[in-house]
């Protein structure tokens, strides 16, 4: 701790929100605690199916061909009684590469659903360390391509199908834009990139100054990266597709939403990242959002400014999506 | 939905869960937030409609975070039945149908605290201009005119005693504040240089009125180092004594001597602190309502323990400086 930089500090009500569940979660995870975290559910969880319900949302799943053939499941979720075509979007979800499902982000993605009258795909792609690089961003590109391929009867509009997902969810969609462009892949409409985890050099100083402290510190990135690259994390042999921000080639890629906090890791890759698409000629809208720590909106949703944080991306979706 | 990091929601309708309130209401009034942030921690907590009324407005706020303007039940009118609270201008309450939760009654008291401090920020107020006062943070010239806003003389002698919250004081006697610290919310008021306060409180070092962070630093610390939830502690009486445990804390956590104490039980604890403060083992007895012998075995056992002996000239400096220490380590 006493080599940590001085940082933004948290927004009083999210600094109120960790002083309660601080201890639910330690900032720093460590390679050891994957098994643990993997078999605990929050305490705070509802059931999928039950907050499916109430919102009004069908669920589908269906086993698909995923990286190499192997089968992998997607669930569609669309809602009920939802006829005819409408706006499409594949969700990779979140969880550093080593943890989760693919129903955590749900409630990013629920009122597009809802409000929007979009089909949501969303992909069970493999995890690391037990499947590192390049399985899950392989995965996550072979249910995009399933997605596109099957539109017509999933009821998508292939001119307004986006790619969506949070933390290590949003640097799997980049990764997988990437796939796309680069493949001859399936078109997007856009690419929403909630706090993305996109470097896995650890060399910002954003990284420097959530080290201890905060949601997935320093530590606990480098036990994400590590996991997916093993050996290779910080060389030279690590691709575009795992770690986006080394892409040097930002052409071509569809319309970027990005946000993130000011008191996360991801920050500085983020806005970098943000950057690099604009220069390359790219269309993209970036929030940082003042003492924000990372994945803030979900757990501290009641706050003014996850509200906020939501309502910009909402608005953006939207006007992607041409509702 | 399993997420990597849990969601803030209601705290259990059944289990009391005071320090959480008390850590949530703490950490917004010491990020300085509105009233209407205020309400939404309460409403968060609760699981219910919060609201607050301060002079004429009125703030409500749903669980979800989202203000109510719409489906109000009442005008305004607090029902009976709610758990609610008046403060200096006005009511804060939660619209709670049907039974209370067992935290409902700690987080009206604790919104009902924190919206009257809020309240009392505001420049102008007699609390701000202590709270300005006592900040070492703040610069000379802005302490000087928080100090002619007190009317009290910048040349004038004063301490400041530092209370817990739960202590109440007659306020309007003196000017007192509610200041947030890294301990939690404490009460702040000023004391003449001969006036006497009633316990739980720790006293600071008398000091000009232009020099008022000091006497609060040391009212903090001699806060912390009560013996026990009646007493005074006066930073004054401490002298070196005072200097020395404040220069150790950081590392009092591994002091030998600190952590010797730390692995007795409380028990043996008493025990050592009256063998050091006795006339003689037989007083000490008598004092414990123990017999003389019992204790003599048990003074030499612990005199071995701590591989000094508490009641040798060398030995009481060591104990008390050791006892001081741990209470600053393991105060919360």
């Not at chain 1, 921000?245 to 500085?268: K, W």
């Not at chain 2, 939830?229 to 600190?258: I, T």
């Not at chain 2, 043996?268 to 019992?294: I, P």
Request: charged residues 25%; hydrophobic residues 45%; aromatic residues 4%.
């Amino acid at each position: 701790m006493a080599d940590t930089l001085k940082r933004p500090p948290f927004d009083p009500e999210l600094e109120a929100t960790l002083a309660l569940l601080g201890d639910q979660l330690p900032p720093s995870i460590t390679p050891e605690m994957i098994p643990l975290l993997r078999q605990g559910a929050s305490p705070f969880d509802l059931s999928v199916d039950d907050v499916l319900a109430e919102a009004g949302i069908a669920r589908r799943d269906v086993t698909i061909p995923g990286h190499d053939g192997d089968e992998i499941q997607v669930s569609v979720l669309s809602r009920q009684g939802r006829t005819g075509i409408g706006p499409g979007v594949f969700h990779t979800h979140g969880g550093g590469m080593i943890l989760g499902d693919r129903f955590v982000g749900l409630q990013h993605f629920l009122r597009w659903i809802t409000e929007f009258d979009a089909v949501v795909v969303t992909v069970e792609y493999r995890l690391a360390p037990e499947f590192p690089d390049p399985f899950p961003v392989r995965d996550c590109y072979a249910g995009l391509v399933w997605t596109a391929e099957h539109a017509d009867e999933l009821g998508i509009d292939p001119d307004r199908l986006i790619i969506a997902g949070a933390s290590a969810g949003g640097g799997l969609a980049a990764g997988t834009a990437m796939l796309a462009r680069d493949e001859g892949g399936p078109a997007l409409a856009g690419q929403v990139l909630i706090y993305p985890m996109l470097d896995d050099r650890d060399q910002t100083i954003s990284t420097a100054q959530i080290d201890g402290v905060g949601v997935w510190d320093r530590t606990s990135n480098i036990t994400g990266w590590s996991a997916l690259l093993g050996d290779r994390r910080g060389t030279a042999d690590v691709s575009v597709y795992a770690a986006p921000a080394r892409a040097t080639d930002l052409s071509g890629l569809p319309p970027a939403f990005i946000d993130c906090g000011s008191a996360e890791v991801f920050r500085d890759e983020d806005v970098a990242y943000a950057t690099a698409l604009w220069q390359a000629g790219v269309q993209a809208e970036l929030h940082v959002w003042p003492g924000g720590f990372h994945g803030f909106d979900m757990m501290a949703p009641h706050t003014a400014i996850a509200q906020a944080m939501v309502a910009a991306r909402d608005s953006w979706v939207a006007r992607v999506l041409g509702d | 939905m399993q997420e990597l990091v849990g969601r803030l929601t209601a705290l259990d309708p059944e289990a009391s869960e005071t320090l959480k309130v008390v850590a949530y209401f703490d950490a917004l009034v010491a990020g300085g937030v509105g009233v209407q942030a205020l309400v939404r921690g309460a409403a968060v907590l609760s699981g219910t409609v919060a609201g607050a009324s301060v002079g004429r407005r009125t703030h409500r706020v749903g669980p979800d975070g989202d203000r109510r303007t719409d489906d109000a039940a009442t005008d305004g009118e607090i029902q009976r039945h709610w758990p609610a609270r008046s403060i200096t201008d006005g009511n804060v309450w939660l619209e709670r149908e049907g039974p209370r939760h067992a935290n409902d009654d700690m987080i009206v008291e604790r919104l009902a605290l924190a919206v009257d401090l809020v309240g009392a920020r505001r420049p102008g107020e007699a609390a701000s201009a202590l709270e300005t006062a006592i900040d070492a943070k703040r610069d000379a010239e802005e302490r000087r005119v928080a100090l002619s806003r007190l009317r009290l003389s910048p040349s004038r002698d004063l301490r400041i005693a530092a209370l817990p919250l739960s202590h109440e004081v007659a306020v309007d006697v003196a000017p007192s504040t509610v200041v947030a610290t890294p301990y939690g919310l404490l009460r702040a008021v000023v004391l003449g240089a001969d006036e006497k306060i009633s316990g739980p409180a720790g006293v600071g070092v008398p000091r000009r009125a232009d020099e008022l962070p000091e006497s609060f630093r040391t009212a903090v610390l001699a806060l912390r180092l009560l013996p026990d939830n009646s007493s005074v502690v006066d930073a004054a009486d401490l002298g070196v004594v005072l200097a020395a445990v404040s220069a150790m804390e950081q590392v009092a956590a591994q002091q030998p001597d600190v952590v010797a104490l730390a692995r007795l039980d409380a028990r043996a604890r008493a025990v050592l602190d009256e063998l050091a403060a006795a006339e003689s083992v037989r007083a000490a007895a008598t004092a414990l309502g123990m017999h003389h012998s019992t204790l003599q075995a048990r003074h030499e056992a612990l005199t071995n323990e701590l591989g000094y002996d508490p009641r040798s000239l060398p030995g009481r400096a060591r104990f008390q400086l050791a006892r001081l220490l741990l209470r600053l380590v393991a105060a919360p």
